[in-house]
């Protein structure tokens, strides 16, 4: 069974304090490793997708890569509209286009 | 300019009462999925639908089911309420051929 763990639960940065958010990951396969950002009270807004080991993608101040086994969410000096929680999801061969996700990162950026 | 809506936004009841979801997306996708929440964030899959027809139907109680009237609606009903069910419930859809989830603004449901 496809299984997703992320960490650190929670996050607690100073603006600027840039850092990392890791996903581990086991799948029949991988067809994608997916990061979205939750905002409280609103659905998740996809960032980010990866295929295989080695890709990267950046968007402003984040930055995901991917190996075989985990992929991390890198944030570089990050601002206090960083704050939001950081979800990661793998979908694989097997479940027609079923993503199974993590439980997240919390992530607080404090001016 | 909505893409993915979903109705309504707070749902508060009683154990046992029977009510509905409805989620339209007007992207033109034809794939769309029901996904509960739980209080500690944890997003799990419950049902898919692709161009009205099931596709995924995860382990869940047989006390909800979807309906696809036509490919940019999914409904989500719940019979006999129970206190579990207590969740946010997001609806998402995919375009064909697509890799992407575009999710909706959820709703929350409270079972009292």
């Known amino acids: 069974e496809d299984q997703v763990t992320q960490s650190p639960e929670a996050l607690r940065l100073q603006e600027g304090e840039s850092s990392s958010l890791n996903c581990s990951y086991t799948v029949s396969g991988l067809r994608g490793l997916f990061w979205y950002r939750q905002d409280p009270g609103k659905g998740p807004e996809f960032l980010f997708t990866?295929?295989?080991a080695g890709e990267e993608k950046e968007k402003e101040r984040l930055k995901a890569t991917l190996t075989k086994k985990e992929s991390f969410l890198h944030i570089t000096a990050p601002k206090p509209e960083d704050s939001a929680t950081y979800l990661c999801a793998v979908r694989g061969y097997t479940g027609f286009q079923k993503l199974v996700f993590g439980t997240g990162t919390r992530l607080l950026v404090s001016p | 300019d909505t893409a993915v809506s979903q109705t309504p936004k707070y749902l508060v009841t009683q154990m046992g009462n029977d009510k509905s979801i409805k989620c339209e997306q007007n992207?033109?996708?034809?794939?769309m999925y029901w996904y509960k929440q739980d209080s500690k964030k944890f997003l799990k899959i419950m049902f898919s639908y692709n161009n009205k027809e099931l596709i995924i139907n995860e382990t869940v109680p047989n006390r909800f089911s979807p309906k696809s009237p036509d490919k940019a609606h999914l409904n989500l009903h719940i019979n006999s309420l129970e206190l579990g069910d207590s969740a946010v419930y997001f609806c998402?859809?995919?375009?064909?051929?697509?890799?992407?989830?575009?999710f909706g603004p959820g709703t929350r449901l409270l079972v009292l």
């Open positions: 998402a859809s995919i375009p064909k051929g697509g890799e992407t989830q575009y």
């Open positions: 992207l033109g996708h034809d794939t």
């Open positions: 990866l295929y295989s």
